[in-house]
């Protein structure tokens, strides 16, 4: 087994620099010996055998159990030293079958009448508070941040995405706004204090999110207007919102759940209103999320690619007024998690234990794997029903930026968020 292991390893890592000692206690160089050194340990005949067969998988869960041990680098240095052979991967009879396997049984589960939306975003979003106070900013931004100048902060590129997202939706006093997936809060506080008189309804599935996001909204004395409810957006009745924002909950919907998705926004915006969505994307369909992920981080999930996503917007009797493609963010966003998160795997371990926390570090350095090498992107896509909501120029963007940091200039600082 041992030297069918490496017979594969030495097909797939041509260039490199990787010492690979086997469960055996064999050691072998790997690679032409260029680039960072490597050092990887199998702990056991076992690990070599899952991995091989399935390493999508298996490798993360070998990883977690410590069965699949860095002894110089760390999992990110491993995976891009991986990423940059991808040319010689090797896929047999047997792990091909398991792939279509896994994408057929993903696909009937995004088209089952069954809503898991609550379990799968609790499974996520609703663990202990205290682990993402580990890696996110002050203001709990748990999705792509936006580097704008290159070389900010994490809670600079936060406030600049918030900035961005915001100018695009082209907000006016005393408008009624819903948002989609509303996290800790953050985006609807934000918003909502950079207009007057604005009505803001922000939904969410997580229990969690939403004791936090009330708390916030009364400690800044703004919850008459700032509301935050325990609401699927499918069963969803209001009447008609002048502005609708999602900010990286699309990935969640399910690539089945598209059309009744874009069937609900046309029903909740109004007929010259304005909606922004943020989303993760890729180049092409995949028709699968990885296999690590869905089981262990985001259960059902799916990226969907702009291709995917524009159907299903105009099949719905939306318009789409720009897009917006913002590349490598989320490479800087997950490289800073990552970083923090490392950085307090004392706290991480005492919150859960050694296993979580690899979990966790697998999690975040294979989504940056993801930016980096498998051209994963940020889409940021206008919706309206009416080519007249918007402007027939961008010009308004940056104009709108301008005076948003003017408002932060002189918005009171965050609170802390307590739990």
């Given at each position: 087994?041992?030297?069918?292991f490496?017979?594969?390893v030495?097909?797939i890592?041509?260039?490199?620099?990787?010492?690979?000692?086997?469960?055996?206690?064999?050691?072998?160089t790997v690679?032409?010996?260029?680039g960072?050194f490597?050092?990887?340990?199998?702990?056991?005949?076992?690990?070599?055998?899952l991995i091989r067969?399935d390493?999508?998988?298996k490798?993360?869960?070998m990883?977690?159990d410590?069965?699949?041990?860095?002894e110089?680098?760390n999992?990110?240095?491993?995976?891009?030293?991986?990423?940059?052979n991808t040319?010689n991967?090797?896929f047999?009879?047997?792990?091909?079958?398991l792939?279509?396997g896994?994408?057929?049984?993903?696909?009937?589960?995004?088209?089952?009448?069954?809503n898991?939306?609550?379990?799968?975003?609790?499974?996520h979003?609703?663990?202990?508070?205290?682990?993402f106070?580990l890696?996110?900013?002050?203001?709990w931004q748990?999705?792509?941040?936006?580097?704008?100048?290159?070389?900010?902060?994490l809670?600079?590129?936060?406030?600049?995405?918030k900035r961005?997202?915001?100018?695009k939706?082209?907000?006016?006093?005393?408008?009624r706004?819903l948002?989609i997936?509303?996290?800790w809060?953050g985006?609807g506080?934000?918003?909502?204090?950079?207009?007057p008189?604005?009505?803001h309804?922000g939904i969410?599935?997580?229990e969690?999110?939403?004791?936090i996001?009330r708390?916030?909204?009364?400690?800044?004395?703004?919850a008459?207007r700032?509301?935050?409810?325990?609401?699927?957006?499918?069963?969803?009745?209001?009447?008609?919102?002048?502005r609708?924002?999602s900010?990286?909950?699309?990935e969640?919907?399910?690539?089945g759940?598209?059309?009744?998705y874009f069937?609900?926004?046309h029903?909740?915006?109004a007929?010259d209103?304005?909606?922004?969505?943020?989303?993760?994307?890729?180049?092409?369909?995949?028709?699968?999320?990885?296999?690590f992920i869905?089981?262990y981080?985001?259960?059902?999930g799916y990226?969907?690619s702009i291709?995917e996503?524009?159907?299903?917007i105009?099949k719905?009797g939306?318009?789409?007024?720009?897009?917006?493609?913002?590349?490598?963010?989320?490479?800087?966003?997950?490289?800073a998690?990552?970083?923090r998160?490392v950085?307090?795997?004392a706290?991480?371990v005492?919150?859960y234990?050694e296993r979580?926390?690899?979990?966790?570090?697998f999690y975040?350095?294979g989504?940056?794997?993801?930016?980096?090498w498998?051209e994963?992107?940020?889409?940021?896509i206008?919706?309206?029903?009416?080519q007249?909501?918007?402007?027939?120029n961008r010009n308004?963007i940056?104009?709108?930026?301008?005076?948003?940091k003017?408002?932060e200039?002189?918005?009171?600082?965050?609170e802390k968020?307590t739990?």
């Open positions: 087994m041992a030297s069918g490496l017979s594969i030495q097909k890592i041509r260039k490199g620099n990787l010492k690979l000692t086997l469960a055996n206690g064999e050691t072998h690679g032409d010996g260029s960072d490597v050092a990887v340990r199998i702990a056991d005949e076992e690990a070599e055998k067969r390493p999508t998988l490798l993360g869960e990883y977690m410590g069965r699949f041990i860095l110089h680098g999992i990110y240095d491993f995976l891009a030293m991986v990423k940059q040319t991967e090797i047999d009879i047997p792990m091909a079958a792939l279509i896994r994408i057929a049984l993903q696909q009937l589960k995004s088209r089952l009448p069954v898991h939306n609550k379990r799968n975003v609790a499974h979003y609703d663990l202990s508070e205290r682990l106070e890696f996110l900013d002050e203001d748990y999705s792509c941040a936006y580097f704008d100048p290159p070389g900010i902060s809670e600079e590129a936060q406030v600049a995405k961005h997202i915001a100018a939706m082209l907000l006016e006093p005393n408008q706004v948002e997936g509303s996290g809060g985006m506080l934000y918003i909502a204090e950079a207009t008189g604005l009505d309804t969410t599935l997580s969690e999110q939403l004791k996001s708390d916030r909204a009364e400690k800044r004395g703004i008459d700032v509301r935050f409810e325990l609401q699927d957006y499918r069963t969803m009745k209001a009447e008609p919102f002048d609708i924002v900010v990286g909950m699309f969640h919907v399910g690539i759940n598209f059309p009744g069937k609900k926004v029903e909740l915006l007929d209103g304005v909606m922004v969505l943020h989303s993760i994307a890729r180049p092409k369909p995949s028709f699968a999320t990885n296999a869905e089981k981080i985001f259960p059902q990226i969907p291709g996503t524009i159907p299903a105009e719905a939306l318009l789409v007024r720009d897009v917006e493609v913002l590349p490598l963010h989320y490479a800087y966003t997950l490289r998690w990552r970083e998160f950085a307090r795997k706290e991480a005492a919150l234990d979580f926390f690899r979990m966790w570090e975040l350095a989504s940056e794997i993801g930016f980096r498998d994963l992107f940020i889409m940021q206008q919706i309206t029903k009416n007249y909501s918007t402007p027939d308004y940056p104009a709108a930026e301008t005076k948003l003017e408002f200039a002189v918005r009171p600082p965050l968020i739990f």
